[in-house]
């Protein structure tokens, strides 16, 4: 398993960028994959961004061109850079670690973009 920490949320008005972050701890080497999920009030838990440990990007068609999911860094941290934001985008964001037998999930972090 792994820890999983997400960072970055916030209040934006509606046009602004955010980046979030996922630091992740643990044993990060049986990760297969990692992604970025989001639920609204009210709504399912649903697919924002995945990124393989080969690199392969995935977005949901509500936001591709304008986030950009990044692999973990020397600081095993994960990013997803958040452009051009609307009003829906407005969820909290969890930060997932796929090692193909198990998920590890974060917390979550506020996101609130006012139109």
């Known amino acids: 398993h792994v820890q999983l920490v997400e960072s970055g949320g916030g209040l934006v008005q509606a046009g602004g960028s955010l980046r979030l972050s996922c630091a992740a701890s643990g044993n990060i080497f049986s990760i297969d994959a990692m992604g970025w999920y989001r639920q609204a009030p009210g709504q399912q838990r649903e697919l924002v961004a995945t990124i393989t440990s080969g690199g392969l990007t995935h977005y949901a068609d509500s936001v591709k061109g304008r986030f950009t999911i990044s692999a973990l860094d020397a600081k095993n941290t994960m990013y997803l850079q958040m452009n051009t934001l609307k009003f829906e985008d407005s969820a909290v964001y969890y930060c997932?670690?796929?090692?193909?037998?198990?998920?590890?999930w974060g917390r979550g972090t506020q996101v609130t973009v006012s139109s």
């Open positions: 997932n670690a796929d090692h193909g037998y198990t998920m590890d």
